[in-house]
């Protein structure tokens, strides 16, 4: 008996676990499918290559959403069940609260596994990948990593401006360069075309540009010089996302593997705000993750309740619980960025606050006593106590 309602109850919050899982992700995707068919309609970039981006995006998006499906699906499921009287029936057949916590542990332990091997293994992956994929479109098509009509600065030391880029974005028209690279004195390069020229394996771009001239003015305004040309090379330096030497992409925090944050953490030379982050981007890999746990403790109690509008209410706490959590973990890596807590404390925070709150809310449910102020009150009762209290105020 205990097995047939124990896989009775992990079905009633496995269906709105996925459901609520797909429509998160859908909606955070759609967040970024407009700049990828941007790329793709506008810029000339192939299907499979967008289709790449978006598997790359992921994992990102999936630690996020798996925690929030978890907490909403016990909350939505546990209340229709509250709902429809079905679990008096159970407490009347001599079933506890406590022999909820099966089946509900099993979604959440799987929840925390597949979270914990997307945080830690497979977003650092795809973050990486996803840079990597954006530099080489970068580089091999002027009109996505160059705009016209724009004075582009993303080059160390140098100023580009292109008048014109046709859409497929091969070459570009009215290009004007300051290059500030050689020497105090800058050079102002003009041409009729550029063209970008690159080199995937160095890792290296360069803008090869035709019939136009270079042109140089000292500080004194003493000496000028003008240089024709029918053919110029200049080598751009993309330093945003290039390492040493530009021979390999440079990894951030949120790219790096585990085992990669500590050995940076040991390099005595770091900078201690970057020593900060990393530390916060370490601990954050195992708490959001844990999270799952805490979602699980929190979603029991709070899933029991005696409303009639069992679904409806356990998404609007749902959703309260997790901008609680959201704007906790905010503030305790906001304090730790600043000193203000330890590095380690602020992605913790919301674990054993949230945590503990749980763990007394469902000894509290467990003694049959009230968790939230209002689940003694049906609507009709719900509806007078709000209005006594509105003319207690006025």
Request: charge should be positive; include cysteine.
């Amino acid at each position: 008996m205990g097995t047939i309602i124990g896989r009775y109850i992990l079905r009633e919050i496995s269906l709105p676990f996925f459901l609520m899982l797909f429509i998160l992700t859908f909606v955070l995707i759609m967040g970024r499918i407009l700049q990828l068919m941007d790329l793709m309609v506008n810029k000339g970039i192939g299907l499979p290559v967008i289709l790449e981006l978006l598997g790359c995006l992921a994992p990102s998006f999936l630690v996020l959403t798996i925690p929030i499906s978890l907490l909403i699906s016990i909350l939505i499921g546990l209340g229709r069940l509250s709902g429809d009287n079905e679990l008096i029936v159970l407490k009347s057949s001599g079933i506890s609260l406590y022999q909820l916590i099966p089946p509900v542990a099993v979604l959440t332990v799987l929840a925390l596994i597949v979270t914990a091997v997307t945080g830690i293994f497979l977003a650092p992956a795809g973050n990486l990948k996803t840079k990597t994929l954006l530099f080489e479109i970068a580089k091999q098509k002027a009109s996505v990593g160059i705009k016209e009509k724009v004075f582009n600065d993303d080059f160390g030391g140098l100023i580009l401006y292109a008048n014109t880029i046709p859409v497929h974005g091969d070459y570009m028209e009215g290009v004007f360069i300051s290059d500030s690279r050689l020497g105090k004195d800058p050079v102002t390069i003009i041409a009729e075309k550029g063209y970008l020229v690159s080199n995937l394996e160095s890792m290296t771009v360069m803008l090869r540009l035709e019939r136009g001239s270079t042109h140089s003015v000292d500080d004194a305004f003493q000496r000028y010089q003008k240089m024709e040309f029918s053919t110029y090379d200049v080598q751009l330096d993309f330093e945003e996302t290039m390492g040493e030497g530009g021979k390999k992409l440079r990894k951030d925090e949120k790219e790096m593997t585990i085992a990669e944050l500590r050995g940076k953490l040991m390099d005595p030379k770091l900078k201690p705000r970057t020593r900060r982050e990393m530390i916060i981007e370490l601990h954050s890999r195992f708490a959001i993750p844990l999270s799952c746990i805490v979602f699980g403790i929190l979603g029991i109690p709070l899933g029991i309740s005696k409303h009639r509008s069992g679904k409806s209410r356990g998404f609007v706490v749902g959703i309260f619980i997790i901008m609680t959590y959201y704007v906790l973990q905010l503030s305790g890596i906001a304090l730790g960025e600043t000193e203000r807590i330890p590095p380690a404390v602020g992605p913790w925070a919301p674990n054993i606050l949230l945590g503990c709150l749980g763990i007394y809310l469902f000894f509290m449910a467990a003694r049959e006593r009230t968790v939230l102020p209002f689940d003694n009150l049906s609507g009709e009762s719900f509806r007078r106590f709000m209005m006594e209290r509105i003319m207690k105020k006025r």
